[in-house]
């Protein structure tokens, strides 16, 4: 058996001062959604509305009459001893210190296995360096050596190279 629900439903608007009737589906999303932002905004102290007042709750703090600083601080406030902030604990834009060290290792366990491989790694290195684009069989050219024996020896380098990198 289904309950009907005669009973009216209205939201108060603090700006214009004014009562508004609403659905009751309506009410019960915002109501539902009203009360767990205030209860959020109560855990962190920022919220002391006494329970008689909670109707005039409309998620907006920052004119509610209620609201008070709670645990937010800023960013340039001293912690613990006083030397440092929030803001020196932020993330700097651009690569993390732990990758840039990974990458250089990554890039220098390469080269020593290049170097293994070929005895001419750095005059392959110092060409690429130069142009990156630089194919094969202009490398070739500038070693000496035949362009198809080269292009076999570097597809075998660059097999051997994957591996170290775990592809």
Not at 38 to 67: A, I, S, T, V
Not at 99 to 111: H, K, P
Request: proline share 4%; charged share 40%.
């Amino acid at each position: 058996m289904q309950i009907k629900d005669n009973k009216t439903h209205r939201i108060y608007d603090r700006n214009l001062k004014e009562w508004f009737e609403v659905p009751a589906d309506y009410y019960k999303e915002y109501d539902r959604e009203r009360t767990a932002f205030r209860k959020r905004m109560q855990d962190h102290g920022r919220c002391c509305c006494p329970r008689d007042k909670w109707w005039l709750c409309d998620m907006f703090c920052e004119g509610c009459e209620y609201r008070r600083a709670g645990d937010l601080l800023s960013l340039d406030a001293p912690e613990g001893d006083g030397s440092v902030t929030l803001l020196d604990q932020q993330e700097a834009d651009g690569p993390r210190m732990e990758d840039v060290i990974a990458d250089r290792d990554l890039l220098a366990r390469l080269i020593k296995r290049l170097r293994g491989l070929d005895p001419d790694a750095d005059t392959i290195l110092s060409l690429w360096q130069e142009d990156s684009t630089m194919s094969d069989r202009a490398i070739a050219k500038a070693l000496g050596r035949p362009q198809r024996t080269f292009a076999d020896q570097m597809k075998r380098y660059r097999t051997e190279l994957r591996k170290i990198r775990g592809f």
